[in-house]
């Protein structure tokens, strides 16, 4: 099975933009609910956007407004749009799949840092 592949990752300063990417294939891929979570270092992982396979997407409170996820399903690619980060957003950024039967996928995860 094709792995998620997240790419996008790397340094920002705070109030700065970054592009996340999570690259994958499979005819199902338009059928799969797919989102963006992350984790810091000794905190649990979590959730901060989703988009279902009609496109209704769901953020985090703490991202509304500044983030923006979405879908391209003829390239298989899912995208998160950050702006204005802050140091809070600094942290490891993973890409979820879910498909109809219920199976979750992660990606690898691709690192934010924020500069000083």
């Known amino acids: 099975q094709v792995p998620l592949v997240e790419s996008g990752g790397g340094l920002v300063q705070p109030g700065g933009s970054l592009t996340l990417s999570c690259a994958t294939s499979?005819?199902?891929?338009?059928?799969?609910?797919m989102g963006w979570y992350r984790q810091a270092p000794g905190k649990e992982r979590e959730l901060v956007a989703t988009?279902?396979?009609?496109?209704?997407?769901d953020y985090a409170d703490s991202v509304k407004g500044r983030f923006t996820i979405s879908r391209d399903n003829a390239k298989n690619t899912m995208y998160l749009q950050m702006d204005s980060l802050n140091t809070e957003d600094a942290t490891i950024y993973y890409c979820?799949?879910?498909?109809?039967?219920?199976?979750?996928?992660w990606g690898q995860g691709t690192q934010v840092t924020a500069s000083a």
């Open positions: 988009i279902s396979s009609g496109g209704i997407t």
């Open positions: 499979g005819i199902i891929f338009r059928l799969n609910t």
């Open positions: 979820r799949e879910d498909d109809p039967r219920g199976q979750v996928r």
